[in-house]
């Protein structure tokens, strides 16, 4: 046995609080046990650089660290960045019950919770076992960090055949381990016999992870359901089950849950940026708008912002700015210099200096169409289509916007094979065949005059051909039939944004443009009476 | 407005925080002093009464969050693995001070590697609540133990002292409600604790409590049991 104030010498902890006194007591509390080395920081970013420059053994981390990241953000951003090395005990302390904070854990969950107040005589016994718990994995954790996943497999199931104490734990680290290396199966077959065994929440998630990876998303949706009902905090299972709807092309089901989600806990940079891919969807840009200038926001605490959030906020404003001349349009032109300045410093490429030219001179030749400006912008485009590298899809994005909006035969044949070439290279969530399905289901049930089944297959159909101009006069057709047959009016505005976009396409000419204008007017009454 | 309403569990949680900062630095300053001064019999008692007595207001805030939560129907559970010597050794280092002050004596029971699913905090607390409570009320003596009953788990707090109150035997054993709020601090701990049992739903069976005055040493016996 070793002595236990030698075990904690060479231990070396960092503690994150905001609290100034409190930090002081946690300092001599664990110098105290022995400790050599101890740490201090007041906030999440200082104490992200201060771990990547010493590995500490222990982390002991609030939860409420004012403004900036949050503890368990704190972890999972350790994660993203791929810092927090295998056998650190991140320790989280509360205020509150920890059952209020684990639910947002499911993923990156932190080794201890502590909650407050404790004595010196609990914190020693929590360390003590953690201290013990490293040391038996230890052989497994320098296996891991040392990229040898092979050996730490077969260490954990030495391990668990020593020791039974630990036998869950070893079979949740053998699951990370297969999910890291991709292999879905056999982390499932190892999470479903945990969930044999006992409903815990994390075996879920991995689970639902797995089926969703294996194609299996209706089996994944139904475990997220089963973890939101035990915990309507679980913002994780939101966020799988986000997934799996968009896997299933049910883009409504993922727009409401995002949002739902979002209500719950909103900083969180993957969560707004796909609320606001699915409202750039439903041409919600007003949310678009707020989600991505939160995700801009929490860009200064973490590593997971990218180019394109940036540049898809230039195309959100922008168009913004094309279809309204009032508030918003004002509001949205004073978020450019913003943009730009951050993107120069966050992203110096050669793109992403192209991409901010684009967009200056596209910005400027709408404000003034008749001069030079069209001539620039002209220019701009010919350099972008002689840039060698790929694009970035928002880049991609960005040009469409200006090859639809200039009015200029000369960019649109520039433009054209470019964004037609990189959009082929995406995998794109149209889905045709889906589409025409729902399409053809609709058809069938609007002859039998079941309007309602009509319209709820037309508006399916459209989401997943959102540019199809006769899906969306068959889904006003059908709300119209429906309305009339019944008194009812059940198209939502969410539907009636898509069908209003996939009309807008049509020329005056068009047969199909007056039916069009008369069916949106009685939709638009509708909707506003 | 509806949007500027304020979520009163937030206001809860927040000043919860806040009190528990306090009553953190209010033990850590005990124990610096406890170091410094001479312990007279009468200064040990002292400070074995503080101790219980923050251990108390500790246990209210907890109570009055869980039951807000649980009236809101937000009350989550953190389901994991437990071993029960773990969890009781950290129930007694909790009231250590006290315990060795009142020359209680404390014995265990627990099966070897004995480990089974529940919500530590949660459980933690509702047996801090009710050992508090055991410690106040016994003469000298508590067992508590704990073992594996027809695929449950069982827990035990047996005292030796008078035993609960007739009526509120008959509250807690058959109404369960809230009136057993009337009962003062032990009926809410009651309360609290049946709340938390109940919420341990494993297979569609739930967890529940007993009371009653059987104990092992002829006082109370509190029994918890969790599918």
Not at chain 1, 221 to 227: N, P, R, S, T, Y
Request: aromatic share 8%; proline share 3%; with cysteine.
């Amino acid at each position: 046995m070793v002595n236990p104030l030698q075990r904690y010498k060479s231990v070396s902890v960092l503690i994150l609080d905001d609290y100034s006194e409190f930090r002081l007591s946690l300092k001599q509390m664990v110098e105290s046990f022995g400790v050599n080395h101890v740490d201090v920081c007041t906030n999440a970013e200082d104490a992200l650089s201060c771990y990547s420059e010493h590995y500490h053994d222990i982390l002991l981390v609030d939860y409420n660290l004012g403004d900036g990241l949050n503890g368990l953000q704190l972890l999972a951003e350790l994660n993203h960045r791929n810092l927090l090395k295998y056998g650190t005990n991140y320790v989280l302390i509360t205020g509150e019950t920890a059952s209020d904070l684990v639910m947002g854990a499911l993923e990156y969950r932190p080794d201890d919770y502590l909650a407050k107040p404790f004595t010196k005589t609990t914190l020693k016994s929590r360390l003590d076992k953690l201290v013990e718990k490293s040391l038996a994995f230890k052989p497994i954790y320098t296996a891991l960090n040392q990229n040898k996943p092979k050996t730490a497999l077969s260490l954990c199931d030495q391990l668990m055949a020593e020791n039974k104490r630990v036998g869950i734990e070893c079979f949740r680290l053998k699951a990370e381990i297969y999910l890291k290396q991709l292999n879905y199966t056999q982390a499932l077959s190892i999470y479903n016999s945990i969930l044999h065994k006992r409903e815990l929440s994390w075996a879920q998630m991995g689970a639902a992870v797995c089926y969703l990876a294996l194609g299996e998303s209706h089996q994944a949706l139904e475990l997220c359901k089963l973890i939101a009902t035990k915990n309507p905090n679980a913002v994780e299972a939101y966020d799988l089950a986000c997934e799996c709807f968009v896997e299933q092309q049910d883009f409504e089901s993922a727009y409401a849950i995002t949002q739902k989600a979002i209500a719950h806990s909103p900083n969180s940079i993957v969560r707004q940026r796909q609320l606001a891919m699915l409202a750039t969807r439903y041409h919600e840009l007003e949310v678009a708008f707020n989600a991505y200038k939160r995700v801009l926001q929490l860009a200064k605490y973490s590593c997971l912002a990218q180019l394109d959030d940036y540049l898809n906020q230039l195309c959100v404003c922008t168009t913004i700015q094309l279809s309204d001349s009032g508030a918003s349009a004002r509001r949205v032109k004073k978020e450019y210099p913003n943009v730009y300045r951050s993107i120069n410093k966050l992203y110096p490429s050669i793109q992403s200096q192209l991409a901010i030219e684009l967009h200056q001179s596209f910005v400027e030749y709408l404000a003034d169409k008749t001069g030079k400006k069209g001539e620039k912008l002209i220019l701009t485009c010919d350099r972008v289509a002689e840039f060698p590298d790929p694009l970035n899809p928002a880049f991609v994005n960005m040009l469409e916007l200006v090859m639809k909006y200039a009015d200029i035969e000369r960019i649109s044949s520039t433009l054209d094979p470019l964004v037609t070439k990189e959009k082929a290279k995406l995998i794109s969530h149209d889905d045709h065949e889906k589409s025409e399905n729902f399409n053809h289901q609709g058809m069938v049930k609007y002859k039998e005059k079941a309007f309602e089944s009509a319209q709820g297959a037309f508006a399916t159909a459209l989401a997943n051909a959102p540019n199809n101009p006769n899906i969306a006069l068959n889904l006003l057709q059908a709300a119209y039939q429906l309305h009339k047959q019944q008194q009812k009016f059940t198209l939502t505005k969410r539907q009636f944004a898509l069908s209003f976009n996939a009309l807008k396409s049509l020329a005056p000419h068009d047969h199909r443009h007056k039916q069009s204008q008369s069916l949106l007017n009685f939709a638009k009454a509708k909707l506003s009476g | 407005m509806e949007d500027n309403k304020i979520d009163f569990s937030v206001v809860l949680g927040a000043s919860m925080h806040d009190m528990k900062n306090s009553l953190c630095m209010l033990l850590q300053s005990m124990e610096t002093i406890s170091q410094s001064i001479e312990h007279t019999p009468q200064a040990q008692s002292e400070f074995a009464k503080i101790h219980y007595e923050v251990a108390r207001v500790n246990s209210n805030l907890l109570q009055i969050l869980a039951l807000y939560r649980e009236h809101n129907a937000q009350l989550p559970l953190n389901i994991e693995e437990h071993f029960l010597d773990d969890v009781i050794d950290e129930l007694l280092a909790k009231n250590e001070m006290y315990i060795t002050n009142k020359n209680i004596s404390v014995e265990c029971e627990i099966e070897q590697d004995l480990s089974w699913f529940f919500d530590a905090d949660l459980i933690s607390n509702l047996l801090n609540d009710i050992l508090i409570n055991a410690l106040k009320y016994t003469s000298d003596q508590i067992l508590i133990c704990a073992k594996l009953v027809d695929n449950s788990l069982v827990i035990e707090i047996h005292d030796n002292g008078d035993g609960y109150p007739e009526s509120m035997l008959e509250k807690a054993n058959n109404e369960m409600t809230s009136a057993l709020l009337s009962q003062g601090r032990t009926g809410l701990g009651i309360y609290f604790a049946n709340l938390i049992a109940s919420a341990h739903i494993n297979k569609d069976q739930k967890g529940y409590i007993k009371l009653a005055n059987d104990g092992r040493f002829g006082g109370s016996r509190f029994t918890l049991i969790l599918p």
